[in-house]
């Protein structure tokens, strides 16, 4: 961790935020607003890319953040007792 908090990676990159999770009520779902939080999360970030996990038993989210232009680049076991997560990223354009 370096002052303030904020993760590096081991080369020193900045790690960038985490926020560790997000869903909305299903009372909501399908209206779009799930996209409008995603937007509105990422409007001011200038990273290049953005990454995520998904839970695997979960595929109709993973389909969601795929046609948000996210790619499947991965499997992550985050801790020794959890569930098998899918690690998706969003390339974003730098100009």
Known sequence: MVPGGVPRLAGGEDFGRVLS???VVEKVRGTGIARQIHDELLRDRTEERVT????RVHPKVRALYESWGYEWFGEVLPFPEVPLYDALILRRGTG
């Open 21 to 23: 999770e997000l869903m």
């Open 52 to 55: 995520l996990l998904v839970d």
